[in-house]
Structure formats: C-alpha cells, structure tokens
C-alpha cells in the first residue's frame, strides 16, 4: 500500500508503471535501450510472460513519443509496420499530407470491412479496432485537417461523428465506480472540443475582422488546463494541438498579408499567435521539469530561445515570457546540473537580466529568490540571506520568498542550539550567543507567519516548521 506522499505525487491518470519508465529512459541512453539486445526476451527459457514483454514494449514506445525521439519511434514503426503508431507518428511530426491519406484509409472502412480485416490479420498489428479511443482521436485529427475555406460542410459532418463515435465508446466502457476511465474521456471530450473550436477558427480565418473573437477563444484557452498531476503526455496532446491551431491561423493571416498588403491588426495578430506558443511550450517546460523531466524541459526551452533572443521581439509583447525562460532555465540547471560552467552561464544571464530596467520589480525577486534559495541549499548561509533579503525588499508580498527566509533563520537557529555549550563560557560570549539566538528564532516565525499570511493554502506545510521552532525554544 502507497504512503501519502507517494499517492500525492503519483499522476491520477497514469498506470503505476509509466512515470518511473519515463524518467529511467530519459536517465540513460536511449539510443542503447532501442537495441534488440537490451529488449526482455521472451522464449524456453524466459524469465518473463508474453503480457509483461508486450507491457513493456507498450511502455518503451510511448515513452519515445513523450521524450520527443522521433527518430527511434520511426526505426521501431518501421520493423513493425503497426498502422496507429503510424497516424500517431504522422501528427507528430504534422506531415498533414499522409496523414490525410492514412486517415483517409482507415475512417472510410465500415464496421464489417474493420471486422473482417481483424479476422484476416489477427496476428498482424496494422489493424484499427471499430471501437476504441484511438479512432475518436484520428476522427479528431480531421477536424484540424479540415479546418480550411472551403471544406466547411465535410468539416460539419465530421465533427458530428466524432461526437458520436465518442459517446458511444463513454457509454459502452463507463466503469461503474471512479476510476482513471472517466479521466481519460475528460481529456478526450476536452481535445474534441478544443479540435472543433480550433477547426472553425482556421476556417473564419479568411475574415480578418474578426481576428479579436479568436483571441478571446484563445483566452479562455489559457484557463482550460488540466491538473498539475496530469501527465506529460496529457500536456503535450493539449498544448501541442493549440500550437498546431495557432501556426495554421498564422499562416493564413501571413497569406491575407501578401494578398492585401501589411497592416497594423495583421502584425498585432502574428505576435499574438506568437505569444500564445511560446506560453505553451514554456508551460510544458514547467510541467516536464515538475514530473522530473528535465531533458525535455531543456527540449521545449530551446525551442522558443530563438523567438525570445531576437531582436525584433524586444518590446514588451514578450516581456513576461522572457522572464518565464530564465526562470525555469534557472530551476532547471540549479536543480539538474552538476557543471560549475553551466551555473555560472545562467549567474551571467540573470545578472544581465538585472541590470535590465525594463522588467518588473518582482520579476528581479523572483530571481533573486531563486539566487537565495540556491546558495541555501549549497550551505552558503551568507550569501542566502543577501539576496533573501534583497527580494524581500523589491517584493514583500511573494509567501516563497518568506517562508525560505524563515527555513534559513530555522537552520541558523537549530545549529546554534545543537552546538555543545561549554560549562566555562564567559558571561558576555553567552549573552551575544543567546541574543543572536532570540534574533534567530524571531526571524524565523516572522518568515513562516509572513509566508502563511501570503499563501493560507500551504498552512499544512508551514505549520509543522512553527511548531517545530517552539519545541526547539522550549525542549
């Protein structure tokens, strides 16, 4: 049975197997494991099952995908020629013009061609099942191909099968107690939704006018999210499926530039469709580096360093986002990296940011924080307390700043009273000593009742600390 800790962390959706696969494969070399010698055998003399060998290339597979080694996913679809990782691997990679074809093929086969192609490959793995969630999802995949001038009543009929197709399947396999079921068709009614609304976007794209009720949409996009416990990969087909929404309205806002000549609302419009994939993929580093990821965090970093280095989007359109990719480089290299190199490179770029007056004060904080929190956990007490408190007084309303102030304060007064007292202390040394303590002891309960002012929600974290200050004060 799981401890509470381990039931809080573990991802409410995802079997118990998934997390620790993903991460061991990101661990080591991936490129190693893909070998057929390092695959479990399977044979006279296995140690295995045949159910476990099939879990296990199921696990390895779709770790692939949510570790972005589309190189590897496409040498394994090749020796096993299985047609679902193929339309999965085409979206992917968004190769739009086999993907159709591949769709194509398999949406216009009835229930009786889908019957008897199982009947005649049913050792085979390249066919599609009549019912199952992975044929919602490439009904799904249409309404994003779809979703051109021209193709509006296709389109119309489309979205009602999807509709259809997937009641159905919720129907039919609803479980009658909660389980993981209902969550995994939460997620699929969110992304038919957000195919559908994404879909009549691209197709009213033609009308520049009402370029602004696509910016509302998106809005409300940005508070429909899943729950930090949701895997990686439900991140990913979320906030990859808007990215793919966005680029496709860019490209046709681009095409009505050259017809129509450049204006005001047009460029306003592409860096907008900008700002919106760069909060996602920054998004996905902040989940990807929460789940213990971190070289797919790097991956997603990276790929919006180029858009936010550029000289041209130095305004203030991407000001916060800017701030975002040195917030989360700076977790992830203080928390990852063991090179003194790479720390010091991110110390240059946060010192740059600084020196920087365009920024917000609690955004200097807030690395600042960062800086504090660091030099803490290194045991550099000193310096902690200066940018501690150098964030404190830029904003003295963040509940993280105070609380690491008060764990430092805890730790200073902790080890002075676990330090062994000599009977024949001088009466001055003692009184310093124990007024150094009180000042300890003070800051420390101003830290934690600060930060439980700030932040009520976390009280259960906090608490535990203040109380353990006064047995410290009254043992």
Same mark, same amino acid.
């Given at each position: ?15 118990? /197997? ?26 006279? #003399? ?10 296990? @290339? ?24 299985? /047609? ?36 005649? $490959? ?5 066919? &599609?099942?009549? #019912? ?53 068709? %939460? ?14 976007? &691209? ?6 006018? /009402? ?36 680029? /496709?309205?860019?490209? $046709? +806002? ?25 909060? #996602? ?5 902040? +989940? ?9 965090? $790097? ?47 991110? #110390? ?15 955004? %200097? ?7 504090? @929190? ?28 105070? +609380? ?18 000599? @009977? ?40 535990? %600390? +203040? ?9």
């Amino acid at each position: 049975m799981l401890n509470p800790d381990e039931r809080r962390q573990r991802p409410a959706n995802m079997a118990p /197997r998934e997390p620790a696969f993903v991460k061991k494969l990101e661990d080591q070399d991936a490129d190693k494991l893909a070998k057929s010698s390092c695959f479990p055998k399977a044979g006279s #003399n296995r140690k295995i099952s045949d159910i476990d060998l099939r879990m296990w @290339e199921g696990l390895f597979v779709k770790s692939l995908r949510i570790l972005k080694r589309f190189d590897l996913y496409k040498d394994i679809l090749e020796n096993m020629y299985n /047609r679902e990782m193929k339309i999965d691997y085409l979206w992917c990679v968004k190769d739009l013009p086999k993907l159709e074809e591949e769709l194509n093929h398999v949406l216009a086969q009835s229930p009786k061609q889908i019957q008897g192609s199982i009947a005649a $490959n049913r050792n085979k793995k390249d066919t &599609i099942s009549e #019912n199952s969630i992975a044929r919602v999802k490439y009904h799904l995949y249409q309404n994003f191909i779809l979703g051109n001038p021209g193709h509006q009543e296709k389109f119309d009929l489309n979205f009602r099968e999807t509709i259809k197709l997937a009641i159905k399947q919720l129907c039919e396999n609803l479980p009658l107690y909660l389980d993981r079921v209902h969550n995994e068709y %939460h997620i699929l009614f969110q992304l038919i939704t957000e195919s559908i609304e994404g879909g009549r976007n &691209i197709l009213m794209s033609s009308e520049i006018k /009402r370029f602004s009720e696509f910016r509302q949409a998106f809005n409300i996009w940005r508070e429909r999210l899943p729950h930090d416990c949701e895997t990686i990969l439900v991140w990913q087909e979320l906030l990859e499926n808007r990215n793919f929404v966005f680029r /496709r309205l860019s490209d $046709n +806002i681009k095409e009505q530039t050259r017809n129509q000549g450049v204006t005001e609302q047009l460029t306003r419009g592409q860096e907008e469709d900008q700002v919106d994939i760069v909060w #996602n993929n920054l998004k996905l580093a902040e +989940i990807s580096r929460k789940q213990e990821l971190p070289q797919l965090a $790097n991956y997603y970093l990276q790929s919006v360093k180029d858009i936010l280095v550029d000289p041209s989007t130095k305004g203030d359109v991407l000001k916060l986002e800017r701030f975002k990719m040195l917030y989360e480089t700076f977790k992830l290299v203080t928390k990852y990296q063991t090179d003194s190199n790479k720390i010091k490179e991110v #110390n240059l770029a946060a010192l740059e940011f600084f020196q920087n007056k365009d920024y917000d004060l609690w955004m %200097h904080a807030e690395i600042l924080r960062l800086e504090g @929190e660091f030099a803490l956990s290194k045991g550099q007490l000193n310096s902690a307390k200066e940018k501690l408190l150098q964030s404190i007084n830029k904003n003295r309303k963040e509940a993280k700043t105070w +609380i690491s102030y008060g764990r430092l304060n805890e730790l200073v007064f902790k080890e002075s009273v676990d330090q062994p007292q000599s @009977e024949d202390i001088d009466a001055e040394v003692k009184r310093a000593k124990d007024i150094k303590d009180e000042r300890s002891s003070c800051n420390a309960f101003k830290g934690y009742f600060c930060g439980l002012t700030l932040n009520q929600s976390k009280s259960r974290f906090i608490m535990p %600390h +203040i109380f353990n200050l006064c047995k410290l004060q009254h043992p």
